[in-house]
């Protein structure tokens, strides 16, 4: 295949790490705003959609993404129930681009559309919702807006009743990743995270975040910050830190604070409800990070949390908050060794909670006098989410979730024990769907460990070593890899493919320990589970290295990174959307110190040296058969910059010995993947199942001669 490539420069960079020198042969790349580089970029965008455009069918599976559902179906998402029971929800028909807000009193009331973004800046169409909280009555909602990928957004005010918008806009905040917006128990005002630098490319890009408390109708350029590193020395802040103030309900003696970031357990602090009348409340230590605590919930004085101190699964107990006792609480609910405790609520008949054993088998329990009972759901679940308004109401809602169906809400009614289904989504049902095979496994890794792998097929399917495989996993921060139903499935399925999910340690989906042994020095676990999963399904027939496709995104990077560095002979092709492919040079890019929690730091030789094993980068050998490759970036992004996976991507075109494509994607425009429109996500879908499809020899999806 004939492919006109422009090989980046290389340079002379080294760097010397505990006397170690590590050469970065592509560290030119790292300025963005050089000519050379957007050149650079803009040759690999135009040669990678040239080719991706030429596949037979690329063209007629996009259009029958964008197509699918046009009529009578409607897709809703974040729904936010008040006290009062007003519904507000993110709405979008088969025939709208993005999502518009709607609402409705009681779940049976008449719906009402609230706001369309289009109509926010006349001059930009292309804003989206990307976030939004009504005030405890509903009579106010803020509505976060953002455009191009940025999710770094702007805040308006809607009332509710006029639907007037006010005339105050919030800049520089991102309520959809930094702790939303609280609203106060009055309604005059809410918190949320100012960002005072929010260019991606100056040095101080989301640096020395603060909370601040807005009061509805003043000047949102006079802050008024409560809560910060230089407002609160005597709290142990850094830089890349994000603080959070939060009231948990509307009625609550306590406001909480916390200190955050790329991990799963928080220092938190806590103060009366009668301090937000002093400039500089005293912060009293509710917990450490140490001690393991997940989520918590308020009932009067009492908390009731989930704790992983002393209990990998989780355990959840109770103490006062006049008197917290976090090294000796009251255990309500005590560790199960087979199955992780991954969601808890309150409703006034008691507490209800989840287990779930391997992150894809889930149950609900209610725990009220003491006694624990089963509660029977509608069908059976991958994933459950338990909602409630707080410890005051009876209400409890579930949504559930899994490989082959998409996501349900019920209302659970106590007197009959039962659930009635809130059907807020109209969706066509895929009916090729309703003959699949899903096996949950559990395979051998190198060390012994026992490796969840969910494995999806339509019956029928001859297990003769010469079936497409698409592979993924993701396996950071301690987050489950959550069942549910995707494009890839659906349209993989379709193709007559197996879709694979590696539930790879870094996860969550055996409990914090899972978290630990794929986390800094023991990284290498995720992706060498990742390969044992693959070697599986060869030995057994599913497949053979010829047909496996392994694809990830973001944090994911690392794992099919190296799992292709590793063993290129194990794969066939590969495709990374905003992968983290660069990580010993992550905490000099934009919010890179923030993953020094999850990743490490290379000022400490032991990290250096887990960050040096764990960079897909460092890792390529001159003169190796690699697989196809498809990357892709956001210029946009505030995640991952568009360098990490370019770096790759040009060290890639020069140093394989095969003959397959390396493309590289970067969208102007664009982002992460997370804020975006729908044509955007099924271009992304479309380019990749095209891409696989090709490279492992589907005769419609070849290139046009």
Known sequence: MDQEVLYFPETNAVDKYFGKKISDPYRLMENEKDSLVIGWYKNQNTISNNILNTISSHNSLFDELNSKNQNDTYLIKKVKVTNNDRYFYLKKTGKDTNYKLYYKKGFKGKEDLLFDPKTFNKEDDSYLINYIQPNWEGSKIVISLTNEGKEISEIIILDTQSKKIDPEIIKNCWPSALGGVRWLSDNSGFFYEHIPVIDRTAEKYLLNVETVLYELGKDPKKLNVYFSRKNNPEISFKQEDFPEVIIKNQHDEYIFSNVSGASPFYDYYYTSIGSLKEKKPVWKTLFKKEDLIKRFFV???????????????????KTSLKNPNIDNPKILIEEDSLATITDITL?????????????????????????????????????????????????????????????????????????????????????????????????????GEKVPLSIIYSKGIELNGKNRVLMTGYGAYGTTFKPRLSNYIEQWIKQKGIYVIAHVRGGGEKGNLWHKGGYKETKSN????????????????????????????????????????????????????????????????????????????????????????????????????????????????????????????????????????????????????????????????????????????HPEYQLKK
């Open 299 to 317: 009932d009067g004085d009492t908390m009731i949390y989930l704790s992983a101190k002393g209990a990998s699964n989780f355990k959840i107990c």
């Open 347 to 447: 409703t006034k008949q008691g507490l209800f909670f989840v287990k779930t054993r391997n992150g894809v088998e889930a149950k609900l329990y209610h725990l009220k006098e003491g006694k624990i009972k089963n509660i029977s759901i509608p069908k059976p679940s991958g994933y459950i989410n338990v909602l409630s308004k707080n410890a005051n109401y009876n209400d409890l809602w579930i949504e559930i979730e899994g490989w082959a169906s998409k996501r349900e809400r019920y209302r659970y009614d106590y007197a009959t024990n039962s659930f009635e289904k809130e059907p807020l989504n109209n969706f066509q049902e895929n009916t090729s769907l309703e003959n699949i095979v899903i096996k949950e496994e559990e395979i051998t890794s190198h060390d």
């Open 526 to 697: 995720s992706w060498k589970d990742f390969i044992a999963c693959t070697e599986y399904l060869i030995s057994e027939k599913y497949t053979s290295s010829k047909y496996i496709s392994a694809w990830g995104a973001s944090a994911g990077g690392i794992l099919i990174g190296r799992a292709i560095t590793e063993r290129p002979d194990l794969f066939n092709v590969a495709m990374i959307r905003a992968g983290m492919m660069n990580p010993l040079r992550s905490e000099t890019a934009p919010n890179g110190k923030n993953n020094i929690k999850e990743f490490g730091t290379v000022k400490k030789i032991n990290e250096f040296k887990a960050l040096l094993e764990m960079d897909s980068y460092h890792n390529i050998k001159n003169g190796v058969k690699y697989p196809a490759l498809l990357l892709t970036a956001g210029m946009n992004d505030p995640r991952v910059t568009t360098w990490i996976p370019g770096k790759f991507a040009a060290r890639l075109q020069k140093a394989t010995a095969s003959e397959k494509p390396v493309l590289f994607l970067v969208d102007f425009e664009g982002g992460h993947g997370l804020s975006t429109t729908k044509s955007k996500k099924n271009e992304e879908v479309a380019n990749f199942l095209s891409f696989a499809l090709w490279q492992t020899g």
